[in-house]
């Protein structure tokens, strides 16, 4: 099958956003595999005085859990998908959240400026036509010294992680998703998996855009493998 990219990604992402809370929940570990991608950042104490951009923010696990470990930062939420969007900032938000609609690759256009001390990206890079632009606009957005955190689907590159992976969708995940009427976004969801960056392919993308303390760290249970957790910084400024 061809990958959703763009208006027709958005578009499927839409649709989906009024079950999408429903599947993630059924998926074990979704949503404290955010909060230990959001702790694996290293930020100090409870956030205060740092600045956070949630990229991809769909409806607001990411951005939930950035609220958890770091409760008194302020963060904007993006995305690109109005009906994602709409979903996340209808939630009870404690503390300074603010919901923007772009596309990752337009993010001035839609007063998104920096710095930033970290960025969080969940699930989103496998998703864009140009991961190399995103990453290179993400640095630019950071403070020297700035974090990046990137929650992804990025398999290890052994034939196992691939056979549970497509196990896991064909089994599981698209014949309830089709029931619901987003079979296309989930076999995109399945695809887009098998053809993206493996984990080290990944991890040297990141190194490549000029980031550095590059790490890929594996999430457990049965997951481990499948998604990975990308931590770098931008340098610091040169003295």
């Known amino acids: 099958m061809t990958l959703l990219r763009d208006e027709d990604l958005t578009a499927a992402f839409d649709h989906a956003s009024r079950s999408y809370d429903a599947l993630t929940a059924a ?21 205060a005085g740092l600045r956070l951009l949630d990229l991809g923010c769909g409806t ?11 409760p008194a930062a302020r963060i904007t939420a993006v995305d690109a998908s109005a009906g994602m969007l709409r979903r996340a900032a209808a939630k009870p938000w404690a503390g300074a959240v603010t919901f923007v609609r772009a596309p990752a690759e337009r ?22 036509s140009d991961p190399d632009a995103v990453l290179a606009g993400v640095r630019d957005l950071l403070a020297p010294g700035g974090r990046l955190g990137v929650h992804e689907y990025a398999l290890s590159g052994r034939r196992a992680d691939r056979a549970v992976w497509t196990a896991v969708c064909r089994g599981l995940v698209q014949p309830v998703a089709s029931v619901l009427g ?6 995109h969801l399945w695809r887009s998996v098998l053809e993206f960056d493996t984990a080290d392919r990944f991890a040297a993308r990141v190194r490549a855009a000029g980031f550095t303390h590059v790490r890929a760290l594996p999430l457990p249970g049965w997951q481990t493998g499948i998604a990975h957790t990308f931590v770098a910084r931008r340098p610091e400024a040169a003295r």
């Open 107 to 128: 993010l001035a256009e839609a007063g998104v400026t920096g710095p930033f001390d970290a960025v969080f990206a969940a699930y989103l890079l496998r998703n864009v």
């Open 27 to 47: 998926n074990p570990g979704y949503r404290a595999h955010l909060r230990r991608s959001v702790r694996r950042l290293g930020l100090p104490g409870d956030g």
């Open 60 to 70: 607001g696990a990411s951005t939930a859990a950035l609220r958890a470990a770091l």
């Open 182 to 187: 987003d079979g296309r976004l989930y076999r």
